[in-house]
């Protein structure tokens, strides 16, 4: 083999553009937060020009008087508060929904019968809606909180151990025998080799267990209010509705939006952006 | 045969059989090999003559039902960090590790070693397959080559008595291919590790193994043994290549032609 100069190429100047970095306008164009951002906007305005229109603010209160009814529960530091409690509910419950299905997809990958157990258990609660579960949770922990958690932690706990359960099985057989190879068993080689492989499908059950978990909160806290005082965001906007003040029920509303779009939009987009992003596991 | 270095591995007679949903499948039939030390043993044979399952064997992940096979005289039962395994697939690299990441949770999770030694470890390993630039690189943005060069490395790291691998160019370009396979001689050349090569390429076997073991298919047995130099050299009493005389010994069962291509890429 001889190292010839290659013959024919064009010299680099003949290039019309090898690299050259984007117009501010298309770089705006493509950042799915700015587009998003246009997307509500235009729903905003949408919003106004018909509740302007129906002119009945007892049935839909413009978006202006939405936002001024908003800033000002926020301002009062009431909203602030309602919300405060529901969310530290519900990160309880959620914490030991994850818990729990963690335990049990262990559980399932290590021995038959509990897979066996994780497989049945999944089939029979999962399409059990949370809700449904409420009367029997108030005649078995009583009217507050330990009731809310339990139909908390029920509406967390299946579909995230289905994910994980569901991630693990899907690992590959290769990365399973590079697990063992270098000596990995048992519940180490679960949470150094499975966890981390069935990432992007654990993520993806936390996103929805977290979304189930919002839900049934905000239903819950609506169906039967407070007991200790200061209730959530779900027992606000039920009050609110009892006396009329419709602003404030979409200010409720709102905030549960507006907390479900920082959740999903900062923590779990940062969480998939650390990882499976990072890993190629997911583009 | 190689009686001046010691011996490493001893199989003897060793039948695998592993079961499918509905069937019980005989992969190998009462196989018997030895391997010594610094030896580059190929396990040739055509798809389904039980040389994957039976290097998967030597690894500790399938328990033989018949014959025993003997590490340095202590009966393998399960896998471990002493035999490591080098896959054909590219996803043998832990995609959330970056190269370094993959060699030192090799030799960490193992136990071989820890802190600053595996460190230092890791990085020879990785300067030796010449991807020392690459050490921060997620295992996704590296090419098919690099990826099995990092696997390579990490289980040279480990240094293990036998390299167990698994047809791992398989999945490469022909030109990446070549390449491999002349890296891997000059690593074996700096360090004379001990592997054991499983692949379907005549050519190939040719070129990486000193001792080359032809199985046929159905169960896998023991067809044949010869010895390599590396350079296809011409047998004296035959008068023929020695892939020639591979190739002869593999279609005489079934003198269909057209089946080359399928097997000797």
């Known amino acids: 083999m001889t190292n010839k100069k290659p013959l024919g190429l064009s010299p680099a100047e003949a290039f019309g553009v090898v690299e050259q970095p984007l117009s501010a306008r298309e770089r705006l164009v493509g950042n799915v937060v700015v587009r998003k951002l246009l997307i509500l906007m235009l729903l905003a305005l949408l919003w106004e020009v018909y509740a302007r229109w129906v002119n009945n603010p007892l049935v839909l209160p413009t978006f202006w008087v939405t936002l001024e009814s908003f800033a000002g529960k926020i301002l009062s530091g009431e909203l602030l508060l309602k919300a405060g409690v529901s969310l530290q509910l519900l990160l309880k419950g959620y914490a030991i929904g994850l818990v729990l299905a963690l335990v049990l997809s262990v559980l399932a990958m290590t021995t038959r019968l509990g897979q066996d157990l994780l497989e049945v258990l999944t089939a029979m609660l999962n399409p059990l809606p949370a809700i449904a579960l409420l009367p029997l949770a108030l005649v078995w922990f009583g009217l507050g909180n330990p009731s809310i958690l339990f139909v908390l932690v029920h509406s967390v706990m299946w579909p995230v151990a289905l994910n994980t359960h569901a991630g693990f099985q899907a690992v590959s057989n290769t990365l399973r025998m590079v697990g063992r190879n270098v000596g990995l068993t048992g519940p180490a080689y679960v949470l150094r080799i499975l966890v981390p492989a069935a990432f992007p499908s654990i993520l993806s059950g936390l996103k929805v267990g977290w979304a189930f978990a919002w839900r049934t909160l905000i239903a819950a806290e609506l169906v039967f209010g407070t007991t200790s005082g200061s209730g959530g965001l779900g027992w606000f906007i039920y009050e609110n509705k009892n006396v009329l003040d419709i602003p404030a029920v979409f200010a409720g509303l709102f905030t549960v939006i507006v907390i479900g779009l920082v959740v999903e939009g900062l923590i779990f987009r940062t969480l998939e952006r650390a990882t499976v992003r990072k890993w190629g596991m997911q583009t | ?265």
Not at chain 2, 35 to 43: A, K, S
Request: glycine letters at 8%.
């Open chain 2, 1 to 265: 045969m190689n009686t001046s270095t010691p011996l490493l591995l001893d199989v003897d007679g060793v039948t695998l059989q592993y079961k499918t949903r509905e069937h019980r499948v005989t992969a190998t039939y009462r196989v018997s090999f030895q391997v010594h030390q610094g030896d580059r043993f190929v396990l040739l044979g055509p798809s389904g003559c039980g040389k994957s399952t039976l290097l998967k064997a030597v690894g500790g992940y399938i328990r033989p039902v018949e014959g025993q096979i003997l590490l340095k005289g202590q009966l393998i039962e399960k896998p471990g960090p002493d035999r490591v395994m080098v896959f054909q697939e590219f996803d043998q690299l832990l995609p959330w590790k970056t190269v370094l990441g993959n060699v030192l949770f090799a030799l960490e999770a193992s136990g071989r070693l820890r802190g600053a030694q595996a460190l230092e470890r890791a990085h020879e390993a990785i300067t030796k397959v010449k991807l020392e630039r690459f050490s921060d690189a997620y295992p996704h943005t590296l090419s098919g080559g690099m990826k099995q060069r990092v696997a390579i490395a990490r289980g040279m790291a480990m240094e293990p008595d036998i390299l167990l691998m698994d047809e791992p160019f398989a999945a490469l370009d022909a030109l990446t291919r070549r390449q491999m396979q002349d890296e891997l001689l000059q690593l074996w050349e700096a360090s004379r590790f001990t592997v054991i090569f499983v692949t379907h390429s005549i050519p190939e076997a040719v070129r990486v193994g000193n001792r080359i073991m032809l199985l046929s298919p159905h169960p896998g047995q023991v067809r044949a043994e010869f010895e390599s130099d590396g350079s296809d050299s011409i047998d004296a009493d035959s008068g023929l290549h020695l892939s020639e005389r591979i190739h002869a010994m593999l279609f005489t069962t079934s003198p269909k032609p057209s089946d080359e291509a399928a097997h000797d890429k």
